[in-house]
């Protein structure tokens, strides 16, 4: 892997350093993926969301993760979450959740979906060092001025067949600003 690393940075270099090209490659880091507890090796199977049965259960676990930034899509709106202000929870006026994606101070992300069978489906992903995965960071552009950009991390792991594909990816949080 940091054969790898080092080949694509001294071609990244290459590219950007040519005045013809000027092409800017992006930052990949090597990394492990967490899925709810599980080291996640590009299989379904290991990714293995939880399922939960009540939308209180979705509120009570989405305390216990402690957001501190995020979005929550109910059935009339989108609420943002940039300052770990949870109270919004709190009224039931809004619906139920559908979907959403949170992220804390352990740098920790909580995707929630429907499921289609009238549970939810609950997966957290945690980062850590290692050499499974390669690691690029995307934003893009939040419907909310105000929020700025949303940066996602993608991972991609190497298919001994096809090269590098897209495994997973997950919400950081939100930037003020687009990285280059």
């Keep these: 892997m940091k054969e790898l690393i080092r080949q ?13 090209l000027a092409i800017s490659l992006p930052e990949l880091s090597p990394c492990q993926l967490i899925v709810n507890d599980h080291v996640a090796d590009g299989e379904m199977a290991a990714a293995n969301p939880n399922p939960v049965v009540t939308h209180a259960e979705v509120i009570s676990a989405i305390r216990a993760f ?14 943002s979450l940039t300052n770990g202000d949870l109270s919004f929870l709190d009224h039931s006026g809004i619906g139920w959740i559908l979907n959403g994606e949170l992220s804390n101070a352990n740098r920790e992300s909580l995707h929630i979906s429907q499921n289609g069978s009238g549970q939810w489906l609950l997966t957290k992903y945690q980062e850590q060092p290692g050499e499974d995965l390669l690691r690029q960071t995307m934003t893009y552009l939040s419907t909310k001025d105000e929020l700025g950009h949303l940066a996602y991390a993608v991972y991609w792991q190497r298919d001994a067949l096809i090269g590098y594909q897209k495994v997973h990816s997950r919400f950081l949080g939100f930037q003020k600003e687009a990285q280059s």
């Design 8 to 20: 694509y940075n001294e071609l990244g270099h290459y590219l950007k350093t040519d005045p013809q």
């Design 66 to 79: 402690q957001p501190l930034q995020g979005w929550l899509c109910y059935q009339s709106e989108v609420l």
